[in-house]
């Protein structure tokens, strides 16, 4: 099982990012997928999930209006949108598939980078 982020880099204050996470060696449209992350000596933390189907979406309230979760099962592709870019969003993020939402995660990608600058 593979899970590959992309779509990190360097961006200012106010500007909005898409990472990807493609999905490879699993049956990609049954599982839930989380992001994650992590910023420079924390831990990391849950960012939100969606459910298999994409029906059901959940975020950590602070995040709220600010990021979405959307998946496309065709492509074996889950995507968070990211607007409004704060420096305080800075941080590696990693996307992880599970078998249940709101359970535990089976595998994790490597992270993507996101750094915001002021």
């Known amino acids: 099982v593979q899970l590959v982020e992309s779509g990190g880099g360097l961006v200012q204050a106010g500007d909005s990012l898409r990472l990807s996470c493609a999905a490879s060696?699993?049956?990609?449209?049954?599982?839930?997928m989380g992001w994650f992350r992590q910023a420079p000596g924390k831990e990391r933390i849950f960012v939100g999930r969606?459910?298999?189907?994409?029906?059901?979406?959940d975020y950590t309230s602070s995040l709220k209006g600010r990021f979405t979760i959307s998946r496309d099962n065709a492509k074996n592709t889950v995507y968070l949108q990211m607007n409004n870019l704060k420096p305080e969003d800075t941080a590696v993020y990693y996307c992880?598939?599970?078998?249940?939402?709101?359970?535990?995660?089976?595998?994790w990608g490597q992270g993507t980078q996101v750094t915001v600058s002021s």
């Open positions: 992880a598939a599970g078998q249940s939402y709101g359970g535990a995660y089976d595998y």
């Open positions: 060696g699993l049956s990609f449209g049954n599982y839930a």
């Open positions: 969606i459910s298999w189907s994409g029906a059901y979406t």
